[in-house]
């Protein structure tokens, strides 16, 4: 059993124009900060898409036919929007850092 949560790494799954670089050093801290590694007994795995056109999403494997997918699908709704959330913030963060240090 194990759910894997994909997650944007590329600058082309951001609305604003993101360097690779700038998404990297994003998801560095998001790993170091921000990663869940477990959900109950689920173990969970984060794979960041590192190139344009994939699905952002969470797919489950089990052989349990006693797990309920559904009601785990409900516990963990919130982690993907959250952590794309927070990427955004962190890039946005990142940027704002970078122009002041600019000016």
Do not use: C
Not at 39 to 45: A, D, F, L, R, S
Not at 48 to 60: D, R, T
Not at 90 to 96: D, G, N, V
């Amino acid at each position: 059993m194990k759910a894997v949560f994909y997650l944007p790494g590329h600058p082309s799954y951001f609305d604003v124009q993101y360097s690779q670089e700038e998404v990297d050093a994003a998801i560095a801290t998001l790993k170091r900060f921000f990663l869940i590694h477990d959900v109950g007994e689920v173990p969970v795995e984060f794979v960041f898409l590192s190139a344009p056109g994939k699905s952002v999403a969470m797919k489950f494997e089990t052989s349990d036919p006693d797990f309920s997918v559904d009601t785990f699908r409900e516990v963990t709704n919130d982690i993907i929007p959250r952590r794309v959330d927070l990427l955004n913030s962190l890039l946005r963060t990142a940027r704002k850092d970078r122009q002041r240090g600019l000016s």
